[in-house]
């Protein structure tokens, strides 16, 4: 081959992968169009609510920002902070936050590194990732001059809920989690517990070094469209408050196609994307026993609800309220929005009768009716409380 033909070939299949790279880097994603998608949504409640960034200092990055959202922050109960879940961001509380400022403050926030919020470079140690996530509440908490809340986190939320409380006992008041990721061990059996087909297998140890949601981003402008494809049922769970239902995967999509910086610190957190390689139950009896708890599953989600009970055991003379929520997979907060949030508000009403009292209750005489509905699914086995 000629010196000019192979300078051709090389040109040419240089100029190939930086235009395949090129379309798959195209993501059609943009900090006013996640603005627009999040207003969009937030458009369908009845509250006024306002939304502004807070300014938490060097956290991780030079100077981080927090996206804030609040409703009702004149209310004089104890207000309530929302976590959201991996790949998730404030908008998606939209069927719960009408109902929980009907009488109290209520904030949530984009956690640092997911939403609208700053997207910072995470630790890769999964200590030093988790710090980073709690430092970074504390201080937006301490930006607000919020001095104690009922602290709500979903999913990956939960786990960080969880870990913020054991660190800061003092600012938390109830802690409330939501279908909670990270709590088990991981099983070292776990490809033959599940029956993990040796293809899947092979498939997750090829992805290992990726972060969780990838293929989001790799799928350049159909990524909107691949959310639409593999989870029609998210647009489903919105679909009777929102007038147009495509904005709830644009919202996602919008999420999670810029810098994946919160979910790199996901990914550095966990083992295997079920667990956690610091799992929550080996440190939840650190919490403080004054700190009521309400553990809130859905019957049909892939989180294992069994560590409620063993969070029951650990917590032995602490309150423990577990409640598994009949037909609701794991974004329990939207599947069964209404009972969610009756749970929650009943939490909220419990944490504001303790504030009347000089001595705390024991369980027994904090215990709230049982709602458990889970007898009423065929799918699951009768649980005793």
Not at 68 to 97: D, F, M, Q, Y
Not at 213 to 231: C, D, K, N, S, T
Request: charged content about 20%.
């Amino acid at each position: 081959m000629s010196p000019k033909v192979r300078n051709y070939v090389i040109v040419g299949t240089i100029s190939s992968v930086v235009w395949i790279w090129s379309w798959f880097s195209w993501t059609s994603s943009s900090a006013s169009m996640l603005r627009a998608a999040e207003k969009k949504i937030l458009s369908c409640l009845k509250t006024t609510y306002r939304g502004w960034f807070v300014d938490i200092g060097p956290v991780v990055g030079a100077s981080d920002k927090v996206w804030t959202i609040s409703l009702n922050e004149e209310a004089e109960k104890t207000p309530i902070l929302l976590l959201h879940g991996l790949g998730a961001g404030v908008a998606l509380w939209c069927l719960n936050l009408d109902s929980l400022a009907t009488s109290r403050p209520v904030y949530a926030i984009d956690i640092l590194g997911f939403g609208r919020s700053s997207r910072p470079a995470f630790s890769s140690n999964a200590t030093e990732a988790e710090t980073q996530l709690v430092k970074s509440v504390e201080e937006w908490r301490r930006e607000m001059n919020l001095d104690k809340f009922i602290l709500l986190g979903h999913s990956m939320g939960g786990f960080l809920a969880a870990s913020y409380a054991i660190q800061h006992p003092e600012r938390v008041k109830h802690l409330i989690l939501a279908d909670p990721w990270g709590f088990p061990e991981k099983p070292e059996n776990v490809n033959q517990k599940y029956n993990v087909p040796l293809w899947l297998r092979a498939v997750a140890y090829v992805i290992q070094p990726f972060n969780p949601l990838w293929p989001v981003r790799l799928a350049g402008p159909f990524g909107q469209r691949l959310i639409e494809r593999m989870r029609p049922d998210i647009v489903r769970k919105f679909s009777h408050v929102v007038d147009d239902v495509s904005v709830i995967p644009e919202y996602i999509y919008q999420c999670n196609s810029q810098t994946p910086s919160g979910e790199s610190a996901f990914r550095a957190m966990m083992s295997g994307f079920g667990w956690a390689k610091n799992p929550m139950l080996h440190r939840i009896d650190r919490l403080h026993e004054d700190i009521p708890m309400t553990i809130l599953y859905g019957s049909r989600s892939w989180v294992e609800n069994d560590s409620g009970d063993v969070i029951r055991e650990k917590r032995s003379k602490s309150y423990v309220n577990v409640q598994i929520i009949s037909g609701a997979g794991h974004h329990v907060y939207a599947d069964k929005a209404e009972v969610f949030n009756t749970h929650v508000m009943r939490a909220c009403t419990l944490t504001d009768e303790l504030g009347k009292r000089k001595i705390l209750p024991s369980p027994e005489q904090l215990a709230l009716p049982s709602t458990d509905d889970s007898a009423d699914d065929p799918t699951l086995p009768s649980r005793s409380k």
